[in-house]
Each structure stands twice: as C-alpha cells, then as structure tokens.
C-alpha cells in the first residue's frame, strides 16, 4: 500500500500522519488545507473524496487551517496540488 502523507481528497503533500494506516484504517488526522477528516467525513457522514472535492471547490477551496495557508494560495496552486492525488492509492469506501 502506498502511504504518503498526501490528501487523497485535495492533494496536499504535507499532512502529519498518512490518512489511513497500514491495514487501511482511518488516522483521524484532519486535512489543514481542505478539511476532511479521514473516519469522519468519509466513514461517518458518507463523502467519497470527489463528492467533498467538488463541494471545497465550489465553496472556493478555502484554506481550513489559516496558519499553513500558502502566502499566495490560488486557483493555480490549487490545480497543480490536485496533481499529486495521482501519487496516492488511497480509495474512498463511498466512491
């Protein structure tokens, strides 16, 4: 399994722990760019990653923790983080 610290839902690369670990639980860890919590927004309220990407960004892909906001945070940004997903083996059980 390949267990990289990036956001299956948005593709941020600097998350503090992998989503799901090595058996494929969920971390609880939160995203601090687009919010998802892995457990909680996929387990417990039922969103697959692209149901709640597309929701983040129709609400204008606000940052969720201000403090680790790029300084020039930006649809372009944007796109080429949502690159890295390709990275990432994780599925959704919602898919």
Not at 30 to 47: K, L, T, V, Y
């Amino acid at each position: 399994m390949n267990l990289l610290k990036i956001c299956p839902v948005c593709g941020y690369s600097k998350l503090s722990d992998t989503p799901y670990d090595e058996c494929g639980f969920p971390t609880y860890i939160i995203c601090p760019c687009c919010g998802f919590e892995f457990g909680f927004d996929d387990e417990s309220n039922g969103f697959s990653f692209e149901e709640y990407r597309n929701k983040w960004i129709a609400n204008g892909f606000v940052f969720f923790n201000k403090k680790k906001k790029p300084h020039l945070w930006n649809i372009n940004m944007l796109k080429k983080q949502l690159e890295n997903i390709e990275k990432v083996k994780y599925k959704s059980r919602f898919t």
